[in-house]
């Protein structure tokens, strides 16, 4: 059994858990994700390292309440354990001999893209960062990416916080100021990375994507998390989650993980039924 030793509400839909794991703190790194799952009859779910702790054996992670299972996760407090907790899954996010990097985060993705901002301040590059959300209220991590970015931009849509926008205006602001990157790396929503993508291929910039979010069962055997790349068939959890985001067909990946969002819906409500009649 993993012990949680911290929660923490980061907005009203997104939780932070640090686990108790020692043996995945050790070897954990930016990028891979582990299998979780609450208690023994749940589902399983794939949920990105978020953060480590080596000298403390700890791992954290942070997960938005969209489902049954994040819902089961959401109801577990500080001193109880999730059943189970696997890994490192995955392969790690490449971060050597990069210099000058710009990191892209939209929505709770900015929980994956701040261990790989992280390493890359750690490991001496010039770390540029853009973050969005959809309003204020929904804001994570502000402070975390500014201490470790040599250039921070925040947005949202609706102008309630940092700039109003979206982050492909303030990565296209950045880049015509004369910033050249090594590489962009992005991880949000679909939708936002495939035109961060499209931006990049403006300014002929390279970028890798994290395909995490269409992950499902995490170790290849589902499908779920099937897309083209380069015209070839990978799947994000066992070929990623980072890809080429020239190569990535996003519309085809958009469209598949469309299909998944009644099964969520229906699942959520059947759990949330569960734990209020458990509390009455």
């Known amino acids: 059994m993993y012990k949680i030793t911290d929660r923490k509400v980061l907005n009203p839909t997104v939780t932070k858990l640090t686990i108790e794991a020692p043996l995945i703190a050790k070897k954990a790194q930016p990028g891979q994700f582990i299998i979780v799952r609450p208690y023994e009859d749940s589902e399983r779910i794939p949920l990105t390292v978020a953060g480590y702790d080596r000298e403390a054996g700890t791992v954290d992670i942070i997960f938005q309440v969209v489902g049954g299972t994040t819902m089961e996760l959401n109801n577990l407090t500080v001193g109880e354990s999730?059943?189970?907790?696997?890994?490192?899954?995955?392969?790690?996010?490449?971060?050597?001999?990069?210099?000058?990097?710009?990191?892209?985060?939209?929505?709770?993705?900015?929980?994956?893209?701040?261990?790989?901002?992280r390493k890359l301040h750690e490991q001496g590059c010039e770390v540029h960062s853009v973050i969005g959300f959809r309003n204020k209220d929904l804001v994570i991590l502000e402070d975390e990416f500014k201490a470790c970015s040599t250039e921070f931009r925040m947005m949202t849509d609706d102008g309630s916080y940092g700039t109003k926008g979206v982050v492909t205006a303030a990565?296209?602001?950045?880049?015509?100021?004369?910033?050249?990157?090594?590489?962009?790396?992005?991880?949000?929503?679909?939708i936002m990375m495939k035109f961060v993508v499209k931006t990049c291929q403006k300014y002929g910039q390279k970028s890798i994507v994290s395909m995490n979010p269409i992950m499902i069962d995490g170790t290849g055997m589902c499908g779920g998390c099937r897309l083209t790349v380069g015209g070839q068939t990978?799947?994000?959890c066992v070929d990623g989650p980072d890809f080429d985001g020239d190569l990535v067909d996003f519309d085809e990946a958009m469209k598949r993980g469309s299909m998944y969002r009644d099964f969520e819906s229906h699942k959520r409500e059947d759990t949330c039924n569960l734990l209020n009649k458990e509390v009455q």
Request: hydrophobic share 45%; net charge negative.
């Open 82 to 117: 999730v059943h189970d907790f696997v890994g490192p899954l995955g392969r790690a996010t490449e971060t050597d001999g990069f210099k000058k990097v710009c990191v892209v985060g939209g929505g709770v993705g900015c929980a994956i893209a701040l261990p790989v901002a």
């Open 171 to 190: 990565l296209e602001e950045l880049i015509a100021a004369g910033n050249q990157y090594d590489v962009v790396i992005t991880i949000g929503p679909l």
């Open 234 to 236: 990978k799947f994000a």
